[in-house]
């Protein structure tokens, strides 16, 4: 006690007189200086920025909140048929980050601010709760117009089993798994400084099953690297420790060197140059090892290739005329490749047999005009690759899925309900679920990734109804143009069901793992 | 060259026992005295022998800052001033001074009184440390000696948690301390302004990590709590008493709030009351936010959280309990632990870090049935959670600081040297300033390049700008002029205002050189020739022939005289002052070149 009393400030009787003069100083700066892509609308500190709305409480709204509650509002209307992944109302979750900008929001929180004050009104708390960015004692003093009178918010179900929402200090285009389950990401700006990261996910994504204990829910940077040119593509060296880019301005590749134990740099260690690579677009490319590490690469039709990385040898050379331009390309297994063309065309051809013709084996059944991009499935452990469904994408929303033993005409056929892709489709993403039969995603079209179950498609084309939309980048800050962000790229997790990693142009990396609802997904 | 000399007693390239002894301008200054949680021998204090030998500590060092008062930041501070000996001043904020000597008496109750260790520091001991520390305010610039100033910023990593300035005249190193870029509930985020040290040092500990959010950490663990007390199970949260406790109360208090919900929060009395009663002593230390509604409602005081009593732990029904200490290594959370541990409803929840040996490092790395004093084995059963709140910068936080800051050199402690190369080069690629990362005991030299400010006098400042061009801020101006040191202070002033202020005659220093030039003519005609040739070749330049047959060039005289054994060579005489000795040589250069031939 005696301590206690003897350190107290209350000695300096000037002390609260003076500090709030002190701490004056800070706000402004701590407000010009707060990262632009860091909102935190909900930020206690952040006096000076709050947005010109109550920000929202954190965190607890997305789950569970209402179901106490809800015996203090009349039954939930039944859910508009077919809007139920749509509805604002589900992301509750998302809110706090774009206090004010998303449409969502505006529509959802007048009803939640009504029901705060009714449980006010209830409880006679006139406080305000932590969180809470307004000064709550005054009625709260709505600074939009109250919109029309909406339905009470019905309970929302909790949407994801477990989410994580990461800021990378730039934005990707590509999320690539890499041995242990580490994931890659890259940075693909014009101004160089571009940096490739090797990513240590966290615990809870590296086991299958959850387990208890998860200690940290961060990723750790490994290692890294500096690449002077953008990342558009990036994939690794099977059985190597070597990993191959890819980027404007010309078609050429980057090969670089994983850092050995004593160092956590990622260094280039040469380039593989193409014969005319100037002026291409970025050469897609795909990576072996089945006989040795082999990297296949091209931009056009006509100059796809092989090329055997550690050597730099050629070992394959398409024969084309056709100058189509390519969307992808992939090994089926060791010897057979896919390739896709942006106008829809699907290639194959054999790598034991160089100078082998390119055939198209089919063709888009949709209009042209649209850009294309493929998903290759891994099929069923032990069986033929070819066997799995291909599934092409346009950037008008049409899925087709094409097995490849038989081109002729199309496996099955949707229209997926999305916009026009605001940014040519040039992120355009389609991706088979590894561990989730006949699941597909897609993204690239606006700040959402689709999830599409397909095992009831037929090919009539008409219009599927995702099983999931993960909604959380659209509430995010802007990217650097300034627009909202899009979806640059999505992944499956390799082993866990449910679960997908998918980046936007603002640099958020978000890992979700959405909730079953009950007997929609097969 | 001036240097500054950084060495790490601790935390160099480690996490843990901070101490960091920097050299400025021929003054010591130690930062942080930290000891390192995980080890009971010596290696628990930093090595101050490194210091000194054999002589007094306080004739070594000016002073020593304290950044916060997390026990590997100020453990070893008794020892080091009451067990080594140190009688210099130490400083530390409001916060820190208040809550220091309460972790430290009640650490060492636990090494003294539980685990029954000899040479460590008494109560007294703690008391009479206290008695050597001044506190600081925020901002406040203090002078510790005529020439050593510190000055401590908002770090928001605990309450009261500060980095530190310390300046000598021009030159200056920022400590960092543990510090926040992100606010949260009841802490601000760190700020410096742009004081452009000319070293910044940072901890590093979350360097390499990629942070979850906050809003989705948040989520998990409301989740946890929220199952379990569903199911009618209790929760255990052990925590430090001050830190991320109080961030966890409002959390808990906010969702139990708007959920409505009835199991009851207990924190356990003790420290945490003590610790709540600080914030609210302290209030300005917390975030604007808490700052602004606590005339109507402080925060801290919950309306949902109750102190808890032992009797409570045998109540049948959910509740959610903090206790402290936050390692389960003793105390009343080992003591809940204990008799909820066989019962797999319940669960507890780590929120931070645990050292090796600790009951809490042990059910984290898996360990189902522990072996407790007495032979007794327990059973886990309960669920266990792991949970990292703690409030560090990331990579992304230590950029936007240096940013911030704008150091010329940056030097990185707390972290692994092998896991921190990229980060090194990212720092120097970014902000293209050298970044260092030295082991324990081993010395950091950075090369400054003070600048030194210089008076000018008016006058000359306008004689010389008015010769030029505007001046243009962004580029360098040459100028010219005397510089007088005098009275520890820098004057430049032009040379006649020198020459009079020390009474000084000027002198002059003339360069004459002689120039041959074939000319057959009268030495008049010659004059005229060059004069002529003169006129045409420097049209800028005033020109003249003087009737004394001389012909000056601005101030340069030009005489030609007929040489004295050939009448066809004629010498001319170039005569120049020292002030004018571009235009002089360029002159006997252009004359040694011989006149045009064409005459006119």
């Known amino acids: 006690h005696q301590i206690r009393l003897k350190t107290t400030p209350q000695r300096d009787p000037t ?170 990401v890259a940075g693909y700006g014009q101004s160089g400084g571009n940096e490739i990261l090797q990513l240590l996910p966290p615990p809870t994504l590296q086991v299958k099953e959850t ?60 380039a593989i140059p193409t014969v005319n690579g100037t002026g291409q677009p970025w050469a897609k490319i795909a990576t072996v090892s089945t006989r040795a590490p082999w990297v296949l690469h091209g931009s056009r039709l006509n100059s796809v290739q092989i090329t055997e990385v550690e050597s730099r040898k050629n070992v394959y050379m398409a024969a084309s005329s056709n100058s189509e331009e390519l969307s992808g390309l992939a090994f089926l297994d060791g010897n057979t490749l896919l390739l896709c063309c942006a106008k829809g065309q699907l290639c194959l051809a054999d790598a034991r047999q ?48 094409t097995d490849l033993r038989k081109t002729s005409e199309s496996l099955a056929s949707a229209k997926c309900r999305v916009p026009s892709p605001s940014s040519g489709a040039e992120f355009l993403c389609v991706s088979w679920a590894p561990a989730l039969e006949g699941c597909l995603a897609i993204s690239g079209f606006d700040g959402t990734v689709h999830v599409y179950d397909t095992q009831s498609w037929d090919s009539s ?57 009950c007997g929609k997904c097969g | 060259m001036p240097e500054i000399k950084v060495t790490p007693l601790g935390a160099g390239q480690d996490v843990g026992r901070s101490c960091i002894l920097v050299s400025i301008a021929g003054k010591n200054v ?33 002073c020593v800052i304290i950044s916060h008062f997390h026990l590997d930041h100020c453990g070893a501070l008794p020892y080091f001033s009451e067990m080594v000996g140190y009688d210099g001043p130490i400083y530390m ?41 001044v506190a600081v305010h925020l901002h406040q ?82 989740k946890k709590v929220h199952e379990t007390v569903e199911r009618g199970g209790k929760v255990l949260i052990p925590v430090f008493a001050l830190g991320r406790a109080q961030e966890l109360c409002i959390l808990l208090e906010t969702f139990w709030e708007r959920m409505n919900l009835k199991a009851p929060i207990y924190f356990s009395t003790g420290l945490t009351e003590k610790a709540n009663h600080y914030y609210k002593l302290f209030i300005t230390w917390t975030n604007q936010k808490i700052r602004k509604t606590f005339v109507q409602r402080n925060m801290f005081e919950f309306k949902h959280i109750k102190a808890f009593d032992r009797a409570f732990a045998d109540n049948p029904g959910p509740m959610v309990v903090f206790a402290t200490p936050g390692m389960l290594h003793a105390g009343q959370s080992l003591q809940i632990f204990r008799k909820w541990a066989g019962n797999e409803k319940n669960m507890v929840i780590m929120p931070g870090y645990c050292v090796q040996g600790t009951v809490g490092h042990k059910i984290l790395s898996g360990q189902r049935k522990l072996e407790m004093e007495g032979r007794q084995i327990l059973e886990v059963k309960m669920q266990v959670e792991y949970m990292s709140f703690s409030a560090h910068a990331d990579a992304k936080g230590i950029m936007q600081l240096i940013r911030q800051a704008e150091p010329r050199n940056v030097l990185l402690v707390h972290g692994e040297a092998k896991k921190m190369e990229f980060l090194k080069q990212k720092i ?142 004629k010498v001319l005489l170039v005569s120049w002052t020292y002030q004018d000795e571009e235009l002089g040589s360029y002159l006997t250069s252009l004359l040694k070149k011989g006149l045009p031939q064409s005459t006119s």
């Open chain 2, 93 to 133: 904020t409001h916060p820190t001074k208040a809550i220091c000597p309460i972790l430290l008496e009640d650490y060492r109750k636990i090494t003294v009184d539980k685990k029954g260790e000899t040479n460590f520091f008494t109560s007294q001991m703690i008391k009479d440390c206290m008695k050597k520390v």
């Open chain 2, 428 to 569: 120097e690629q970014e902000f293209h300033v050298s970044c260092y990362m030295p082991a324990n005991g081993e010395t950091t030299t950075i090369f400054t390049n003070p600048s030194i400010p210089v008076d000018i006098s008016l006058g000359l400042l306008k004689r010389e700008t008015a010769i030029g061009l505007l001046p243009d801020g962004k580029k360098p101006k040459l100028m010219h002029g005397t510089l007088i040191m005098k009275d520890n202070s820098f004057r430049l002033v032009s040379p006649e205002q020198a020459l009079k202020e020390l009474g000084l005659a000027e002198h002059q220093l003339r360069f004459t050189c002689r120039v041959h030039i074939q000319d057959p003519r009268k030495e008049h005609e010659t004059v005229l020739r060059v004069y002529n040739h003169l006129k045409g070749v420097l049209k800028d330049y005033s020109v003249q022939h003087l009737p004394d047959g001389s012909i000056t060039v601005e101030s340069i005289l030009i005489q030609a005289t007929a040489h004295s054994e050939d009448q066809g060579t």
């Open chain 1, 211 to 270: 387990q208890g204990l998860c200690p940290e829910r961060d990723f750790k940077v490994e290692c890294g690297g500096f690449s002077n040119r953008p990342v558009y593509s990036l994939k690794y060296v099977p059985d190597t420790s070597l990993l191959v880019t890819s980027g404007p301005p010309d078609s050429s590749l980057q090969v670089w060197q994983v850092s050995a134990e004593d160092s956590d740099v990622i260094k280039p260690v040469g």
């Open chain 2, 30 to 62: 130690m930062l942080d005295c930290g000891m390192h949680m995980g080890y009971n021998d010596d290696r628990r204090f930093p090595d101050f022998s490194y210091i000194t030998q054999n002589g007094r500590l306080t004739d070594f060092l000016d």
């Open chain 1, 354 to 401: 160089p100078q082998s013709p390119l055939e198209a084996v089919s063709v888009p059944s949709a209009p042209c005009g649209e850009r294309w991009c493929m998903g290759v499935g891994r099929g069923p452990q032990g069986s033929d690759s070819s066997s799995q469904p291909v599934a092409c994408l346009s950037s008008g929303g049409h899925l087709t899925l």
């Open chain 1, 15 to 184: 002390f609260h007189t003076r500090l709030p003069r002190c701490n004056t100083a800070s706000p402004a700066p701590h407000g010009n200086n707060a990262a632009p892509h860091t909102p935190l609308p909900f930020s206690p500190q952040g006096g000076g920025r709050v947005p010109p709305f109550p920000s929202q409480p954190p965190a607890l709204t997305g789950f569970n909140r209402p179901r106490p509650l809800v015996s203090h509002f009349p039954p939930p209307p039944p859910p508009p048929a077919g809007r139920s992944a749509a509805s604002p109302l589900r992301d509750a979750v998302w809110c706090q980050r774009g206090a004010g900008r998303a449409l969502p929001w505006r529509r959802w929180a007048p009803g939640k601010r009504r029901r705060r004050e009714e449980k006010k009104k209830k409880s006679g708390c006139c406080s305000p709760c932590a969180c809470e960015g307004a000064p709550a004692p005054v009625p709260v003093p709505l600074r939009v117009p109250r919109p029309p009178p909406q339905p009470p918010l019905r309970p929302s179900p909790r949407r994801y089993e477990d989410l994580h929402a990461f800021e990378l200090q730039a934005p990707t285009r590509l999320i690539e798994w890499a041995r242990g389950n580490r994931v890659c």
């Open chain 2, 141 to 222: 610039t203090v002078q510790v000696d005529e020439e050593l100033e510190i000055k401590a910023y908002y770090a928001g990593h605990v309450l009261g948690a500060a980095m530190f300035q310390i300046k000598v005249g021009c030159e200056s190193v920022v400590y960092t301390g543990d510090y926040n870029m992100t606010p949260d509930r009841h802490l601000g985020a760190a700020w410096i302004d742009k004081c452009r040290p000319d070293l910044l040092i940072s901890e590093s500990t979350y360097a390499t990590t990629i942070r979850d959010s906050k809003r989705c950490r948040e989520r998990d663990f409301l």
């Open chain 1, 461 to 517: 084309g008409r219009e599927a109804e995702p099983i999931f939309v993960h909604r959380g980048h659209a509430f995010g800050g802007s990217d650097s143009s300034g627009g909202p962000p899009l979806v640059t790229v999505h992944t499956w997790h390799p082993q866990k069901p449910r679960t997908l990693l998918s980046a936007a142009s603002d640099g958020s990396l978000h890992v979700w793992d959405w909730v079953q609802s």
